[in-house]
């Protein structure tokens, strides 16, 4: 006996399929949609008529082509940020403009701790913001001389530490390694960059904010936190892969309740090349319909915000030295190759314009060895790509998912501090990357900005910072094109747009139920439209 059918009924259902791009009814069956189209649909079809969203509009789940489920496991500790945010359970944190403001807060936080041994972390601190002196070791002892301290920046590529952590580490003004700040005398200031330092820091620590190792219930918390912004698929874009974090997210998404599709890139870098390769065909004999492996990640730089992210001449504006590259240029051709030859699609890191320059030759040389049609790799973040460097992606056949989101929070700083006033006007550029024919997804980069992809689209097509300027008139691109970057554009990039990304006959039905269409709202307010509930597999979550 077949199973039961139940048409939607909506205000108006924006579908992203070009026979019928606009509908007022979907029938699912099965988890997936049986068909579209008007009030015939209900006799076609047969089935229960449900007009809870009658008044609504319905669009395709969104889709987070570059997010890190860490969201879910982050706000275990204090949130620092310069930008006020909401954790998942609703209260306000953040705001802070000074880094006595930080310390001060800290030290309540210290206060809290049931043992003056006990490490703290906290997470969420950008200087960027801040007019003079950076944090230092000295800061961090001043909160506590007793306990390590651990301070991640929002961008995840830089810490601030105590002087307990850094002699945990090993780490002296003896030492000669790649990532220690050091001040004008040669002295370490307790900030590291990069992965390397970081990683021993998170080690000797304990915990270590976004590099914390995931658990089932830190999924869930994630989960509930996309769901309520109309997120039916997310990656977590940057995953270990090791066996605790894979049980647990076997084990959260193997859960009838369990809100959305998670599809988890491994970490190249935990990895050798053959064991890498062996740990990603294993992996993907897990998949199921909400979990799906077979992405592989690779950070190549670091962050521009941070001054780690590698730029082409003239370099950083406020003349700090170039960033870091986490893997070689010589080492990623390798890497590169390697996985590319064994059909494996990989989701390559780049911040600035050198290391998106660098990644597209070698997956250009990587071609040229093995030709392979749709592979799809694909940028990530690659704010700073010219118009140039986007028509070689077009011709290698690459994608991109570009941080729209990094307009607004970032835009202001790199006009003045990282790019100038000149190159900061590509930043993220989306209609260039359209213009050259490369396919585009645009992403928050959760938890380094919150999750939120109306927020997401109105940055990219408005372009606005805070302080109200448009940062690139011509790098606007319109609604229909946003939408469709956050939805049918991402699921691209994820090899996933046969299953997700639009409303089509056989593809989940995962929707977002929205209180105004995104296509016909003035520009300035797609940010402010309600999501009124989100559907996956035709369930209204959470389950009513």
């Known amino acids: 006996m077949p199973a039961a059918t139940t048409v939607f009924a909506a205000s108006e259902i924006v579908t992203l399929n070009r026979s019928l791009p606009r509908a007022t009814h979907v029938a699912v069956r099965d988890g997936r949609i049986l068909g579209y189209g008007g009030p015939e649909i209900v006799a076609a079809f047969g089935g229960r008529l449900d007009e809870r969203f009658a ?87 001043a909160i506590s001389s007793t306990r390590m301290i651990v301070i991640g920046h929002v961008s995840g590529h830089i810490m601030n530490v105590n002087s307990k952590v850094l002699a945990a580490c090993g780490f002296s003004r003896d030492s000669n390694l790649d990532g220690l700040l050091r001040d004008a005398q040669g002295d370490l200031t307790g900030e590291l960059l990069g992965p390397a330092v970081m990683g021993r820091a998170a080690r000797v620590s304990g915990d270590a904010g976004l590099l914390r190792e995931m ?124 996985y590319h030859e064994a059909g494996v699609q990989l989701h390559i890191h780049t911040n600035g314009d050198e290391a998106s320059e660098v990644a597209t030759e070698m997956i250009g040389r990587a071609l040229a060895r093995h030709p392979r049609p749709d592979h799809r790799h694909t940028l990530q973040h690659c704010q700073m790509a010219d118009e140039a460097t986007f028509r070689r992606m077009a011709g290698f056949g690459m994608c991109v998912n570009l941080f729209a989101n990094h307009v607004f929070y970032w835009g202001e700083q790199h006009a003045a501090l990282t790019m100038g006033p000149s190159r900061a006007l590509r930043l993220d550029a989306c209609a260039t990357a359209l213009a050259a024919g490369v396919p585009l997804a645009i992403h928050s980069d959760t938890p380094v900005t919150p999750v939120d992809p109306l927020f997401t689209m109105w940055c990219a097509v408005n372009r606005l910072t805070p302080a109200g300027r448009v940062l690139g008139e011509g790098e606007r691109i319109t609604a229909a094109q946003a939408l469709h970057a956050v939805t049918l554009g991402a699921a691209y990039t994820l090899k996933l747009d046969h299953a997700i990304g639009s409303i089509d006959v056989g593809k989940f039905a995962d929707f ?17 439209i309600g999501v009124h509930a989100t559907l996956l597999g035709g369930e209204v979550f959470p389950r009513q």
């Open 55 to 141: 008044t609504k509009v319905i669009v395709p789940g969104f889709v987070e082509g570059h997010g890190h489920a860490a969201d879910g496991i982050v706000w275990r500790n204090p949130y620092v940020g310069f930008y006020p945010r909401f954790g998942p359970d609703g209260r306000k944190a953040g705001g802070f403009r000074s880094i006595a403001e930080v310390v001060a807060h800290l030290r309540e936080e210290a206060a809290k701790l049931p043992d003056p041994t006990t490490p703290l972390t906290a997470w969420g601190f950008d200087p960027i913001y801040f007019d003079g002196p950076r944090m230092t070791a000295a800061d961090l002892d």
């Open 215 to 338: 658990d089932a219930a830190a999924y869930r918390t994630y989960g509930q936190i996309a769901r309520r912004v109309g997120v039916t698929t997310s990656t977590d874009l940057s995953n270990a892969c090791s066996p605790g974090i894979v049980e647990a997210l076997t084990t959260a998404t193997g859960e009838a309740d369990f809100p959305i599709r998670i599809v988890p890139a491994m970490r190249q870098r935990e990895y050798s090349i053959p064991d890498g390769l062996a740990r990603i065909a294993d992996l993907k004999r897990l998949n199921t319909d909400k979990l799906h492996f077979g992405i592989v990640k690779i950070t190549a730089d670091g962050s521009i915000q941070g001054f780690t992210g590698r730029l082409r001449w003239p370099g950083y504006h406020n003349g700090a030295p170039n960033g870091l590259w986490y893997v070689a240029p010589a080492e990623l051709e390798g890497i590169v190759a390697a």
């Open 512 to 528: 977002a139920v929205l209180d105004h269409n995104p296509l016909t709202v003035a520009p300035e307010g797609i940010k402010d």
